[in-house]
């Protein structure tokens, strides 16, 4: 396997450019998930790697070898792509070979590798079906089987999991992560999901409108956000943001939103007296509660799931989403006291809306 580096990459269309120098190195066995609302750039840049499509500028380098120039099929890599684009008329054991055919490989190592591929993947009992026969999961460990036979240096996944169910997707998110751990692939992945980000990825690269946000691990980006677009784009409910100006009186630290509702703030919290600050909170870090400093909120709607109740409720004008373990009963209309964990708030500057 192989490391891949991105050296301050830039992409153009005509005279509009849509990768904005973008660097980054992802280790030898490591799994990268590159994340962001449509049109950030992500399958763009997979592409670049990938050698569909062309670098306007920067280098990506392979292995230590710079690929600007090589053709896609000489790059060492696999890609699988969001339609399984498989050949009708062939059986998935033809499907899966049909690379290594086309190499002119030796019959009983093509054998060898779609059969190892198949045992991997749970198709071994499928290989004389044809794609028409196969569910949509089927398909798409076809496709991903059809990578693997190839033993290349590096697995690029554009959006795989998009065509199917909502049950699908998490089946074969395991079955992915599994793969990767058993194969200890270099994998490049791309989604717009952050939930497959999150649960899947090693690190994460966020991207927005052709740039890179922050890249870490999932962890990392989760509780230590940069700025107001990864603190929003990531996590489900998204978090919810307040603006108002930071006041301190003794040992005690708060937030006055313009609508005049006091947001709880550490002590120790960052920023100066009277400065605009955008303070944010996650859904999961409210709790009720009945102390001085609580937002007072009246419900809007209840949603439970059985093992979780989630709230939406109107504080003097905003909407503040929270969600509570276990089963709770609220009334549209009812007044309840919502209290911000200390621990987990997140301040941002209101003009850079940058982490302070």
């Avoid at 699908?168 to 395991?174: A, K, Y």
């Avoid at 079955?175 to 980000?197: C, F, N, P, S």
């Avoid at 919810?240 to 301190?248: A, P, V, Y």
């Avoid at 996650?282 to 989630?310: D, F, K, N």
Wanted: hydrophobic residues 40%.
């Amino acid at each position: 396997m192989a490391t891949v580096d991105v050296r301050n990459v830039r992409k153009s269309f005509g005279d509009h450019e849509v990768i904005h120098g973008i660097s980054a190195f992802i280790e030898d066995r490591e799994f990268v998930i590159l994340v962001g609302p449509s049109g950030c750039g992500k399958s763009t840049l997979l592409r670049m790697i990938a050698g569909l499509e062309d670098i306007t500028a920067g280098e990506i380098a392979i292995g230590g070898r710079v690929v600007n120039d090589v053709r896609a099929k000489e790059r060492d890599i696999a890609m699988v792509f969001q339609n399984y684009a498989l050949y009708p008329h062939m059986t998935v054991y033809r499907n899966m070979a049909f690379s290594l055919r086309l190499k002119g490989m030796d019959r009983d190592e093509i054998d060898r590798r779609v059969k190892r591929a198949a045992e991997i993947l749970n198709l071994s009992d499928l290989l004389q079906r044809q794609p028409r026969q196969l569910s949509g999961g089927q398909r798409q460990r076809v496709a991903m089987g059809r990578a693997i036979v190839r033993n290349p240096q590096v697995f690029l996944f554009d959006e795989p999991l998009s065509n199917l169910d909502a049950k699908l997707r998490v089946q074969m998110r395991s079955e992915i992560k599994d793969l990767h751990q058993r194969l200890g692939a270099t994998t490049v992945y791309v989604t717009h999901d952050q939930l497959e980000a999150m649960t899947m990825a090693d690190r994460i690269v966020v991207m927005s409108e052709g740039y890179v946000e922050q890249m870490g691990s999932p962890l990392e980006l989760y509780d230590q956000p940069v700025n107001t677009f990864v603190a929003g784009f990531l996590g489900s409910p998204a978090m919810n943001f307040f603006e108002g100006r930071i006041g301190r009186e003794d040992a005690r630290a708060w937030v006055d939103t313009a609508d005049g509702t006091s947001l709880p703030l550490p002590a120790s919290a960052p920023g100066n007296e009277g400065q605009t600050v955008i303070y944010g909170v996650r859904p999961e870090h409210i709790g009720l509660s009945g102390e001085t400093l609580a937002m007072e909120a009246g419900v809007v709607v209840m949603e439970t799931t059985g093992s979780a109740t989630q709230l939406l409720a109107d504080v003097a004008g905003t909407r503040v989403v929270a969600a509570f373990n276990g089963r709770h009963v609220f009334r549209p209309g009812e007044r309840v006291s919502l209290h911000p964990e200390l621990e987990h708030v997140h301040l941002f500057d209101a003009e850079t809306r940058q982490r302070l």
